[in-house]
């Protein structure tokens, strides 16, 4: 009877343990939901429409990999070393975070394995610092694989479901130039150029003022013969100028305008030299910035000789370039990439 009832009681024992042990699993919170405690969360990135149908030398709606900071509140701190990911098919991306309200920055085909140190203090990783990261380039960015993006959300991530989708916005422009020679044969066009691009690009958006420095350096691209061209180009946002017509729109008519972004188309009219240059803008007149994530359509219209043109130079005398709708320029209407 003494070993019956030994053994009755440890199976009795057994069967309270046992269910103590799941009653505690049960209450306990599970691992990595305390605030704090690194958390696997899943963000879908969304890269908006595609700025064109047609086929172009870069890709421009691809994300190929993307790095992700997680700052605190502050902006004064990482909260995490910064990670580089490759999206799935569906352009989500599975990251490990801090569980904590934070601003997370997305950085998109920056091309550089190496765009952030991971391996440098958390503390150096301030909103400054961060959002002043830049690319940069001796040719064109026509060259790189995939245009470069930028995307920030703010709050706090909750595993393990997808979190939020993120919009990132391309950081390069695109300008379409078309050039209608209407002069019956007197013009011959040469060459047309596009020039003073900048070789660096601030990746995150820029939210006012006049950038980049003007005394960066800045690229020309190489000339064509042709009259139809398209160029990817990095913002160039040099303010707006004292110019009241198109005829005036000219370097001289806004400040440090020798950094402006501007086509430039040379040949002969009637066999004497003459230079077209067109400053891009947001308008005809006085509108000198080239904005990221947005396309410029320009058709220029050549038609005769005209005086008052500050736009053309020759060895003799000046001409000029139609004006009104035969000369179009993005304005408000121009293309957003998204």
Do not use: H
Not at 32 to 44: A, S, V
Not at 232 to 260: D, F, L, P, Q
Not at 295 to 310: E, M, R, W
């Amino acid at each position: 009877m003494k070993r019956n009832f030994q053994s009755s009681a440890g199976i009795c024992l057994l069967s309270l343990l046992a269910s103590l042990f799941t009653g505690c699993t049960d209450s306990m919170p599970e691992q990595g939901k305390e605030p704090g405690e690194i958390i696997e969360c899943t963000f879908r990135l969304e890269t908006g429409t595609p700025v064109s149908v047609e086929t172009r030398a870069i890709d421009q709606s691809t994300i190929n990999d993307v790095w992700v900071v997680q700052l605190n509140t502050e902006g004064t701190a990482a909260l995490v070393a910064p990670v580089q990911v490759v999206p799935d098919a569906s352009n989500a991306i599975r990251i490990k975070l801090k569980n904590e309200t934070s601003k997370l920055y997305f950085f998109a085909n920056t091309g550089d394995a190496s765009f952030f140190n991971t391996g440098d203090a958390l503390s150096s990783f301030t909103a400054n610092a961060v959002e002043g990261k830049t690319i940069s380039r001796t040719d064109s960015w026509a060259a790189m694989s995939y245009v470069p993006m930028y995307g920030t959300w703010a709050g706090k991530p909750s595993p393990p479901e997808i979190t939020d989708e993120v919009e990132l916005t391309r950081a390069l422009a695109q300008v379409d130039v078309t050039v209608t020679n209407s002069t019956g044969g007197k013009l011959s066009i040469s060459s047309m150029q596009l020039k003073n691009i900048p070789n660096v690009l601030k990746v995150a958006t820029t939210e006012s003022g006049t950038y980049p420095a003007a005394s960066g350096t800045y690229l020309d691209y190489s000339t064509t013969s042709s009259l139809s061209a398209t160029w990817i180009v990095a913002e160039n946002c040099r303010g707006t100028g004292s110019g009241r017509y198109e005829t005036e729109k000219i370097a001289a008519a806004v400040t440090a305008g020798n950094y402006c972004t501007y086509l430039e188309i040379k040949g002969t009219y009637n066999g004497i030299g003459a230079t077209y240059r067109f400053y891009l803008g947001g308008n005809n007149t006085n509108d000198y910035n080239v904005r990221r994530n947005t396309k410029y359509t320009v058709n220029i219209t050549i038609s005769g000789k005209n005086q008052t043109d500050a736009r053309v130079t020759m060895d003799a005398s000046p001409l000029s370039v139609s004006s009104g709708s035969n000369t179009t320029w993005g304005d408000g209407s121009n293309t957003n990439l998204t």
